[in-house]
């Protein structure tokens, strides 16, 4: 198991998808100090049900449970701080914690802190917590006889969706999710700003933008853990799609709390992008290879990857982009989307380190554009790479990881 587990469970908990903001764990040093974020005029009796200290120490021993839950590999544990009618987000949970356990096996240590409460309607509190860490969650709780658990709404108690068209994409909005919808439409223009300063073109063409409020969200329910996905035009809905997960939810994962979640998203709505912009204004996805297009979103969305390629560099974590070793079950870059066996959380960097590299070897974005050319006809790295640069495999892959530890390692 790879020592610095920290990055590790980053990549982890949001599966396939694109974390950057990762802050290193400062096991050593005491938990944060607990304030309270309640005004304390409003605290009246401790004992009420509704009073939000009350509320927040119902909610600080659930998550003092769930603690206790992961030192344990605990399970069964787990499973019962999970409202009963929740079954969509139970079964992320469990995958989530089932997630943290093998990665961490008995070292986890980590402690969850409640430091405010929001009450939300039809009886769900919405609470902002920390973790030791240094990540921040938003994660919804209700009262079920007594305890506070985990829990999210029902899709009847979403409120009304709303289709709103902007001039580049189409948002469904849901009353539930007011609280974001401003910052989302401004996070989506940004996302198209930069994409289109960065790549070079954007397409006419609007994207249909799904935001997953919660884990049983209709027609979604199966997305899985990543934090954001795009699905092309020959989709479900006759279109490009995008799906996110909402901030204050469950399946949104941790951030780090200096960017807020505003980061985070602005990130993966980005990273989503650019895969729109790619298909619609470049090549087909399938042109390409997971590499080559994670790696391109990775790099146009500005991902910051210092440290996870410091540990690369420093550990010798590199993963061959090409498994000339067998011929199924290749252990390869070109097959990471399929979960690699000992990837170390570190695939999506080396993807991103992997465009880097070419667009400042190779004459930039176009050097990069003239290599997927080149691939894309038969799939052979190799042959590509000798047609579009003059370099064949062996001699590329070596000069890209020394390229790696000079630029990165310690
Ligand atoms: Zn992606």
């Known amino acids: 198991m790879y020592k610095d587990v920290w990055h590790t469970i980053c990549v982890v908990m949001v599966f396939s998808s694109l974390v950057t903001a990762c802050t290193p764990p ?18 009246a009796q401790p004992t009420e049900k509704d009073n939000p200290a009350a509320i927040k120490a119902g909610i600080q021993e659930t998550l003092d449970r769930y603690t206790q839950a992961l030192n344990e590999s605990n399970t069964d544990l ?57 990540s921040a969650a938003d994660w919804l709780f209700r009262e079920v006889e007594g305890e506070w658990l985990f829990s999210e709404p029902e899709e009847d108690l979403l409120g009304e969706r709303e289709i709103i068209e902007h001039e580049h994409f189409t948002f469904n909005r849901y009353a539930w999710s007011d609280i974001t919808n401003e910052t989302l439409i401004d996070i989506m223009e940004e996302a198209r700003h930069v994409v289109g300063d960065r790549l070079g073109r954007v397409p006419d063409e609007k994207i249909i933008v799904h935001i997953r409020l919660v884990t049983g969200f209709p027609l979604f329910t199966d997305a899985g853990t990543r934090k ?11 279109t490009d799609y995008m799906v996110v997960h909402a901030p204050y939810s469950f399946g949104f994962g941790l951030y780090d709390p200096a960017g807020g979640w505003e980061d985070s998203l602005q990130h993966v709505i980005t990273h989503e992008y650019v895969h729109f912009v790619t298909t619609r204004s470049f090549r087909s996805l399938s042109d390409m290879n997971p590499w080559m297009s994670e790696g ?7 991902a910051r990857y210092d440290d996870v390629l410091q540990d690369v560099a420093d550990e010798d974590l590199f993963i061959p982009i090409v498994d000339t070793t067998r011929a ?77 530890v000079e630029r990165y390692g310690s």
């Not at 954001?228 to 006759?238: A, I, K, V």
């Not at 989307?337 to 070897?361: F, P, Q, R």
């Not at 050319?373 to 892959?397: I, M, R």
């Open 26 to 43: 400062q096991r050593n040093e005491a938990p944060p100090t607990l304030f309270d974020a309640i005004n304390p005029t409003t605290v």
């Open 78 to 134: 787990a499973e019962q701080l999970v409202a009963p009618d929740s079954g969509p987000l139970r079964r992320e949970f469990l995958d989530t914690f089932e997630d943290y356990i093998e990665v961490f096996d008995k070292d986890y240590v980590f402690e969850h802190t409640v430091h405010s409460v929001t009450l939300r309607e039809h009886g769900f509190v919405q609470a902002h917590i920390t973790i030791e860490t240094g």
């Open 228 to 238: 954001g996905y795009y699905s092309p035009q020959n989709s479900d809905f006759g």
């Open 296 to 302: 391109l979103a990775e790099y146009i969305a500005e």
């Open 328 to 404: 199924y079950g290749k252990q390869d870059l070109e097959h990471m989307n399929l979960g690699l066996e000992d990837e170390n959380g570190v695939d999506y960097a080396l993807a991103y380190s992997l465009v880097v590299y070419i667009t400042e070897t190779y004459g930039g974005l176009d050097g990069f554009w003239e290599m997927v050319e080149a691939y894309e006809p038969k799939h052979d790295f190799d042959a590509a790479l000798q047609e579009s640069f003059g370099v064949d495999y062996a001699t590329f892959e070596y000069d890209w990881q020394n390229w790696v």
